[in-house]
């Protein structure tokens, strides 16, 4: 995203900071000298990218949004929004990676953690030592969170964890995992509470890699708990608090996802471009054409409409207010235009966009998940609808 794509009002001042342009530069430098030479051999592979998340922790990339005390960069969530556009805009399945570590374990941690959890595990976290899971959807609850069916009992200074877990980002590699279980069944969601589950603990199992259609070297897997051992410690808060703790939690993930929207987009965008001004059709580049014309323009207003929704949503969540229609509305609309784009770029390439040999084959086929992950794009919509309606 370059400086004049950022915008300013009269009731939001925001603009593209030295800090902004610094983590730019260097997400910029990063993905094209240190991820784009490897894209295809990890989505082929299907293998996690230990190696590039082991310098993104150098970088400070895997604990942006940490305060410098537990070893973070100390930045906000429009720093946040800048790394991973750029980086989402060379291979989105790194992108993920930073959104989900940063976002979903690392920040359920920060946010609910009593002194001693945050002193003993945010430290690896932030510095990407150690990888971060959040284990929130189970097989019959997606949407519904508060349908879940695991279980978590006191039994001394323990306690047992039983369920399963779906679609878990980072399942299979992570070293330290946020997991969602019902201490009281009869108060339903009132009854969620959230651990922290170390994934070496006897009964943590990791029962499936996914194998994806997108978003391939980044890691999805199924977990089960059976009969594993929690330290009563590690309770996130009280019990009971879990549901609440998650959907806040989902507020400032719904921005890393319009985020990594935003760097798909762009991508598309950019890929567009360039192979409009060098592909030649009857004697002339195919950028000459109207029909190719209007695609771009279209392409280009509706990413800049979600990049201004996804940097209002950064921009009052680092104000300290309350984002939750913003972050759905970001979320929503950038996720969709990351879909339209994906697809007309495909479109614009012809038979070359269906093929491995040009990035936007890749992005066709990791684009979805934005619409799907973290909340649906109907999910996005039911909450937009309950803010505006005042409804609980």
Not at 17 to 46: C, G, L, R, W
Not at 272 to 301: C, N, V
Not at 312 to 318: E, I, P, V
Not at 351 to 366: A, Q, S
Request: hydrophobic share 40%; with cysteine.
């Amino acid at each position: 995203m370059s400086e004049q794509n950022m915008s300013s009002g009269e009731t939001l001042s925001y603009s593209f900071t030295e800090n902004m342009k610094m983590v730019q530069n260097v997400a910029h430098d990063f993905a094209e000298k240190e991820i784009k030479p490897v894209i295809m051999k990890y989505d082929e592979s299907q293998e996690f990218h230990h190696d590039i998340v082991k310098k993104l922790g150098e970088l400070g990339f895997m604990g942006v949004i940490f305060p410098e005390e537990y070893g973070g960069a100390g930045f906000g969530y429009m720093e946040y929004i800048t790394i991973i556009e750029e980086i989402s805009r060379v291979d989105p399945s790194v992108g993920l990676t930073i959104a989900a570590h940063n976002s979903l374990c690392s920040n359920h941690i920060f946010l609910f953690g009593n002194d001693a959890q945050k002193k003993k595990y945010l430290p690896d976290l932030v510095s990407g030592k150690k990888i971060g899971a959040w284990a929130l959807t189970e097989p019959t609850s997606g949407s519904d969170a508060g349908g879940m069916l695991s279980t978590a009992t006191r039994n001394g200074k323990h306690y047992i964890l039983n369920g399963s877990k779906n679609f878990i980002t980072h399942g299979s590699v992570g070293s330290t995992t946020v997991v969602t279980a019902l201490t009281d069944k009869s108060k339903g969601k009132k009854g969620i509470s959230a651990f922290i589950v170390e994934n070496n603990s006897p009964g943590f199992i990791v029962s499936k890699k996914e194998n994806k259609l997108g978003m391939r070297s980044s890691d999805t897997a199924a977990l089960t708990f059976d009969d594993c051992r929690v330290p009563a410690e590690n309770l996130l808060g009280e019990e009971g608090k879990g549901f609440h703790q998650a959907l806040s939690v989902l507020d400032g993930g719904r921005i890393s996802i319009a985020a990594l929207a935003l760097g798909i987009a762009q991508g598309a965008l950019d890929a567009s471009l360039k192979y409009s001004k060098e592909r030649k059709q009857f004697g002339r580049a195919i950028g000459d054409f109207q029909a190719i014309q209007w695609k771009l323009a279209d392409i280009a207003t509706q990413l800049e409409a979600a990049r201004l929704l996804t940097y209002r949503a950064g921009f009052l969540k680092d104000q300290g207010k309350e984002v939750v229609i913003e972050s759905s509305m970001a979320k929503y609309y950038a996720s969709e235009v990351a879909v339209m784009a994906t697809n007309e770029a495909v479109q614009i390439h012809g038979g070359y966009g269906f093929i491995k040999d040009f990035p936007v084959e890749k992005f066709y086929r990791d684009v979805k998940l934005v619409t799907i992950g973290e909340g649906t794009s109907e999910i996005q919509k039911l909450v937009i609808a309950r803010e505006l309606l005042g409804k609980e």
